[in-house]
T-cell receptor, first 112, second 111 residues
Framework: NAGVTQTPKFRILKIGQSMTLQCTQD?????MYWYRQDPGMGLKLIYY???????DKGEVPNGYNVSRSTTEDFPLRLELAAPSQTSVYFC???????????FGPGTRLTVL | TQLLEQSPQFLSIQEGENLTVYCNSS?????LQWYRQEPGEGPVLLVT?????EVKKLKRLTFQFGDARKDSSLHITAAQPGDTGLYLC???????????FGTGTSLTVIP
């Protein structure tokens, strides 16, 4: 099993550009999460999903969108990138609510 | 606002020393997890505690959940360079489907 995979690993965007961060898990987990990690701030939840077709906002959803058309995939869309979105983004999955989360390796995004 | 505060934020110690990391909140949590994150990787779960006063041991690591389920501590005995990393606590409340992560403690163990 590959676990949770994320692409790309690194990306530089210009202000106003858009992009999609990809996340795929092969563990058949219903729950999936997107976090951003800024220095000294731990992890902040952006969006999460409890199953295909169901998504909900986390603590910091503004400027992002998600979709969950399959159990395996949970892409994160950035529209009109801003410097404040410079961060490391982690995708995670878990078999149940508030159980062990399995994290991907992260995507380091810089917006200039 | 940060629901969970960790202290210290940074810790640098010599190999063989003992240390304690704290995770505090004014809120009650139904469960609390500790993760370790190495540079360039995602966090990896170390332990989950669910009962007030619960103590769990994982080799040289001892985790405790406060009696009121508002705080937790991680104690490492005889630290080794392999313990170096970012330690994160994460708490879940009875309502909702998410964990709230703490601010993190960056530990460096010097050989």
């Amino acid at each position: 099993n590959a676990g949770v995979t994320q692409t790309p690993k690194f990306r530089i965007l210009k202000i106003g550009q858009s992009m999609t961060l990809q996340c795929t898990q092969d563990m058949n987990h219903n729950y999936m999460y997107w976090y951003r990690q800024d220095p000294g701030m731990g992890l902040k939840l952006i969006y999460y999903s409890v199953g295909a077709g169901i998504t909900d906002k986390g603590e910091v959803p503004n400027g992002y969108n998600v979709s969950r058309s399959t159990t395996e995939d949970f892409p994160l869309r950035l529209e009109l990138a801003a410097p404040s979105q410079t961060s490391v983004y982690f995708c995670a999955s878990s078999p149940q609510a508030v159980s062990t989360q399995y994290f991907g390796p992260g995507t380091r995004l810089t917006v200039l | 606002t940060q629901l969970l505060e960790q202290s210290p934020q940074f810790l640098s110690i010599q190999e063989g020393e003992n240390l304690t990391v704290y995770c505090n909140s004014s809120s009650v949590f139904s469960s609390l997890q500790w993760y370790r994150q190495e540079p360039g990787e995602g966090p990896v779960l170390l332990v989950t505690v669910v009962t007030g006063g619960e103590v769990k041991k994982l080799k040289r690591l001892t985790f405790q959940f406060g009696d009121a389920r508002k705080d937790s501590s991680l104690h490492i005995t005889a630290a080794q360079p392999g313990d170096t990393g970012l330690y994160l606590c994460a708490g879940a409340q009875n309502t909702g489907n998410q964990f709230y992560f703490g601010t993190g403690t960056s530990l460096t163990v010097i050989p």
